[in-house]
């Protein structure tokens, strides 16, 4: 008689409401199959993990694969998704060369997850600067799990900034979709002002980049999407809030009937101007680093349930685009993906919280948002097996460890005391990490579609 169960994990099992001490997880085939504490059933294999936490694997709701090396990105980037226990990402869709802006791109773009990730990927879609509205049904229907716009330009076709007339024509569309619509949040006027002050005045400094996109350059295009929101009843999303005035913004126009949320990433977390000034461009991300106060305010705010999750927005460029000597030429990127669970882990661990927030906001959450939940972002009988093991100790993260391709190994944790690492991921069943080497191929990873409206 063959065993119930092909594989039992055992460990500390930790979900979003609580960690089951001593616990196992039972996996047949791809699907978690059984969860409980003490003595595990027999299976065909056990894994013993004892006194290490087995959390869902992560879901990166936010992330950037293609925007510097095009689609090749998706292989080697996924690959430290994998060595970072985060086992589905959400990528955006402002690719080299093409953005993500119909069906016909998109489907190119599931052929490349399928053909070379190393984990499971939901995409988003967007629209080009002008005329593309129409396409947003169709990439509703291949299965997008979120729509990108922005109200501030990088480049006009890759990027673009979407006007008010238009964007409020997505959102009437995207309504319809049931979808939601995150949204690049700074001004463009205000940015571009600035920057040409600074740069008038040879100012080309690090901290430069905080002064020129200063907290209200957030907050106004805050208020003029959530207005849209109300107008148009589409659920519309801070891509990224570096302040806790934005979740408070969000939580206002709730407050006001309206489908209005916002996200942090983790950088926002723990960054500060300092940052900045001490990595030069590889501290240049956009928002841009806060002041210590603020990232408090911050944490305020994801204790009190104000922050729809917590994403990476991991972007990374090439070494050599983030060490010119002048700010406004860097890339406005970090790498994050490696760094994310260690580093969430130790932000909770160092302020006495308990890691089942990691659970709920760096899984839970992102995949309710992006409807991959509870196939995705759950320890659940039913759910993907999908988990994240791990090892508490004192680490130091190095970045000659990514996984990345050699010119994308720098990170701006690179020092960093770490209170875990990764000791081995979990993929649908299957082992893709062990600690040291990433032991799955690139095809492993699937195409994830966005599973309700
Ligand atoms: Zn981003």
Redesign the pocket.
């Known amino acids: 008689m063959s065993a119930p169960f092909d594989r039992v994990i055992t460990g500390d099992v930790v979900t979003s409401d609580s960690i089951i001490r001593d616990g196992y997880v039972a996996i047949r085939g791809e699907t978690i199959a059984a969860l409980g504490q003490g003595a595990p059933p027999p299976a065909a294999e056990t894994i013993d993990h004892s006194g290490k936490l087995i959390l869902p694997g992560l879901v990166d709701g ?3 694969t293609s925007s510097s090396t095009g689609w090749p990105g998706i292989e080697t980037a996924s690959r430290c998704a994998a060595a970072g226990g985060v086992t589905t990402c959400c990528d ?1 869709p402002y690719d080299v060369p093409q953005s993500v802006t119909d069906a016909a791109v998109l489907a190119d773009k599931i052929g490349w997850v399928e053909r070379t990730s190393h984990v499971d990927m939901a995409l988003y879609g967007t629209i080009k600067k002008t005329g593309g509205v129409d396409a947003i049904p169709g990439l509703a229907a291949g299965g997008i799990s979120a729509f990108k716009l922005s109200t501030y330009e990088y480049d006009p076709v890759r990027f673009p900034r979407i006007d008010h007339p238009t964007m409020l024509a997505a959102f009437r569309e995207i309504a319809k979709t049931g979808l939601p619509v995150a949204i ?1 949040n700074e001004d463009q006027e205000l940015v571009e002002m600035l920057t040409a002050r600074a740069r008038a005045e040879g100012r080309i400094e690090p901290i430069m980049h905080c002064r020129t996109r200063p907290p209200l350059a957030e907050t106004m295009a805050d208020l003029e999407i959530f207005e849209m929101a109300l107008e148009t009843r589409a659920h519309v999303h801070i ?2 809030s570096s302040l806790a005035r934005g979740f408070e913004i969000a939580e206002t126009f709730r407050g006001m009937g309206g489908q209005t949320t916002g996200e942090a990433c983790i950088q926002y977390l723990c960054m500060t101007e300092d940052d900045i000034v001490r990595l030069a461009g590889k501290g240049k991300c956009n928002p841009p680093f806060r002041t210590a106060a603020e990232v408090e305010r911050m944490w305020q705010c994801l204790l009190a349930d104000k922050i729809a999750y917590v994403s990476t ?1 991991h ?1 990374p460029w090439p070494i050599e685009r983030k060490t010119l000597p002048d700010i406004f030429a860097c890339g406005a ?1 970090l790498t994050g993906l490696q760094s994310f669970a260690p580093l969430m882990f130790s932000l909770l661990d160092e302020r006495g919280h308990s890691p089942t927030l990691m659970a709920t906001y760096c899984a839970e959450r992102s995949a309710r948002l992006h409807g991959l939940w509870p196939k995705k972002g759950a320890i659940r009988v039913g759910a993907d097996a999908d988990l994240c093991v791990l090892e508490r100790g004192d680490f130091v993260f190095d970045e000659a460890a990514i996984q990345d391709r050699p010119e994308m190994r720098w990170s701006p944790y690179h020092g960093r005391r770490m209170r875990a690492r990764v000791a081995a991921t979990w993929l649908r069943g299957a082992q893709i990490w062990d600690g040291t080497t990433v032991l799955a191929k690139p095809g492993t990873g699937r195409f994830i579609r966005r599973q309700t409206h």
């Open positions: 936010h992330m950037h955006m690049h891509a990224h927005d972007a990127g």
